[in-house]
């Protein structure tokens, strides 16, 4: 049974790349086979997920690539709990966005090179969640490091789309750096890059670290996070992928595996803990006060990611997963009828242009609530499964209470901005002028968004009643805990409600605002703008004031000026017009003449 499901497992893996090989004899067979490629793979990772519901040990699938007699690298396929229910839900996710993106990228010339760029950027993120070792695991990683770049700068013509994707590529270096670290110091003390060396009981805190910054860089924690907002300047379909099952969930998918190590060092524990904190309340300050549907969506995926960073503080990896697994449905939903809410009023993104769309985009509008409301944890959505599990497990800790208050307030901001979002896009009157530019008869359109609103509603219910790692024991707990979740949903829902009511009394402001939670506490400013202004007028001044002032006092004209001096001097203390001065010139002429020839002759006549 175990090598029947490693050979499914490798089958789902080898039937990705197939589209790829085609490609090589006709690109519109490409077009055509990548889509229902991805749904024959999404068929055939259930019977691994089957086989990990009744058989929860891991199994491994080993291939040795590299060896030696001290050092040893293995391609490891590894086949735990872990992939066996990520793969197929990436995959039944990456199947709705391949065929929504045939309407969305229909008119591209290079609609077949999108459809490329988006299976291999799956691929990556196969070999990511399924490799048992760091080496591989670096292969994904940098794999979705780079095809992320490739596909938010896919709109070459526009500034902003290429500034966001040289952001997404420069801040994914720098959490780059510290997975490169984290495996010389792995290597360095174990000659392994296992996640979790049997010989390495006690890791150091600076591995830890390091490994912790490639998580914030690639999962978007404070301080490196500005590049997912700004991801959102590429193709819907691409941000659908990003935002929900692929490159933003690597960072937390990377400290899920190494979770032994990390529990068994507080301090590691407790700055995932903190740092999660501030990246879920910043992160849902910022999206209250954002007009951009996308935006908004955007800064809702900073703030879900630090909450699972707050669960991997809290010690509780598996609820971290799960609410990865749960994420993924209503995210990518979300942006798929933003999408489309987008494309049928004209292009316009500004939210406070928008409403009455419950009337000629019934369904849109519907699936738009369900993922809101998912999202928010309203009770018996998918969100709900992971979300009041998390804030029942903090409610239950004694660690840093300001950390937990701060996890608290962002679930109540996030019932403020999902209501907004429900109020100002589906309510009220339309306030475009013109025309509904689409409808709802697409099956491209309708056909992915629907089967996602399904997933929305029954996946949370489906995985954590047949999942063996998420059927946890009934704890007694105060009632004001269980239902803690609940309360700060409806006093956000309350709070949305008074501050949509009291933004729809004053008129549309023409100019932008530049508050500091629309403008994202001006983080970008400061670390784009100011610093980058800063280092250009140093290097200006040193240009100016170093470089051209040497080049001008010690190599240019004032040192040959400088030079000239002594022969000046020299010649007008000749020039007087005095005999006796021209008298003692030849005389010392006629010396040196005589001196000369004399020394000539008597060094012919020794030579000679």
């Not at 929860?56 to 080993?62: F, I, V």
């Not at 003692?584 to 000369?596: D, G, K």
Request: aromatic fraction near 10%; hydrophobic fraction near 50%; glycine fraction near 6%.
């Amino acid at each position: 049974m175990k090598n029947f499901a490693n050979m499914f497992l490798l089958l789902a893996l080898f039937t990705l790349a197939m589209p790829i090989i085609m490609s090589l004899m006709s690109k519109a067979l490409l077009i055509l086979k990548t889509e229902s490629t991805v749904k024959m793979t999404f068929f055939i990772s259930l019977f691994p997920l089957l086989h990990s519901m009744l058989f929860p040990e891991q199994t491994l699938c080993d291939v040795t690539l590299l060896g030696t007699s001290l050092f040893s690298i293995k391609l490891n396929f590894i086949h735990d709990q872990y992939s066996a229910i990520f793969m197929p839900i990436a995959l039944y996710v990456t199947w709705n966005i391949l065929q929504y993106s045939r309407w969305y990228m229909m008119d591209n010339p290079h609609i077949d090179k999108f459809f490329k760029y988006l299976l291999i950027f799956l691929m990556a993120m196969m070999i990511l969640i399924t490799s048992n070792n760091l080496f591989q695991f670096f292969i994904g990683w940098e794999g979705v490091g780079i095809m992320s770049f490739l596909l938010i700068g896919w709109w070459r013509g526009r500034e902003d789309t290429l500034a966001s994707a040289l952001m997404a590529i420069i801040y994914n270096r720098i959490g780059d750096l510290g997975l490169y670290i984290g495996m010389v110091w792995l290597i360095s003390k174990t000659n392994s890059l296992n996640f979790q060396p049997p010989s390495y009981t006690n890791p150091s805190l600076v591995m830890l670290i390091a490994l912790i910054l490639a998580a914030t860089g690639k999962s978007a924690q404070f301080g490196l996070h500005p590049w997912l907002p700004a991801a959102m300047e590429g193709p819907t379909p691409v941000s659908a992928l990003l935002h929900s099952s692929t490159m933003v969930v690597a960072g937390i998918f990377l400290l899920i595996r190494i979770h032994p190590l990390l529990a068994s060092n507080n301090t590691a524990l407790s700055t995932c803990l903190c740092l999660g904190a501030i990246t879920t309340f910043f992160a849902s300050l910022s999206a209250l006060s954002q007009n951009d549907i996308k935006k908004i969506i955007a800064y809702s995926t900073t703030s879900q990611l630090g909450l699972m960073m707050v669960t991997i503080g809290l010690n509780q990896p598996d609820l971290a997963f799960l609410h990865i697994c749960m994420h993924a449905f209503f995210k990518a939903m979300l942006f798929m009828c933003a999408g489309f809410i987008i494309h049928s009023l004209g292009n316009e993104q500004d939210i406070r242009k928008m409403g009455g769309l419950h009337k000629p985009l019934p369904i849109t509008s519907a699936c738009l609530t369900i993922g809101n409301m998912a999202l928010m944890g309203m009770p018996f959505l998918t969100g709900y499964y992971s979300k009041d599990a998390i804030i029942e497990t903090m409610s239950t800790s004694y660690l840093n209470s300001c950390a937990l208050l701060l996890t608290l307030m962002a679930t109540s901001f996030t019932a403020v901005y999902t209501l907004r979002i429900m109020l100002l896009v589906q309510t009220g009157h339309p306030l475009q002028n013109s025309t509904y530019l689409l409808h709802e008869n697409i099956p491209t359109i309708m056909n992915p968004i629907t089967r996602l609103a399904t997933g929305s509603i029954m996946a949370g219910w489906l995985i954590t009643k047949n999942i063996q790692m998420f059927n946890t024991p009934t704890m007694t707990m105060p009632m004001w805990i269980k239902i803690a979740a609940l309360t700060v949903t409806v006093i956000g829902l309350l709070v949305g409600l008074k501050v949509v009511c009291m933004a729809t009394k004053k008129p549309l402001k023409p100019y932008k605002t530049c508050d500091p939670t629309s403008m994202a506490a001006y983080l970008n400013y400061l670390a784009h703008r100011s610093t980058s202004k800063k280092y250009l007028k140093m290097a200006q001044k040193i240009a100016t004031h170093l470089a051209d002032t040497s080049w001008f006092e010690y190599l240019g004209p004032k040192v040959t000026a400088k030079w000239q001096k002594t022969p000046m001097r020299f010649t007008s203390l000749m020039q007087k017009g005095l005999i006796k001065i021209y008298m003692t010139s030849f005389l010392l002429t006629l010396c040196v003449m005589i001196f000369t020839i004399i020394l000539s002759m008597i060094l012919n006549f020794l030579l000679g």
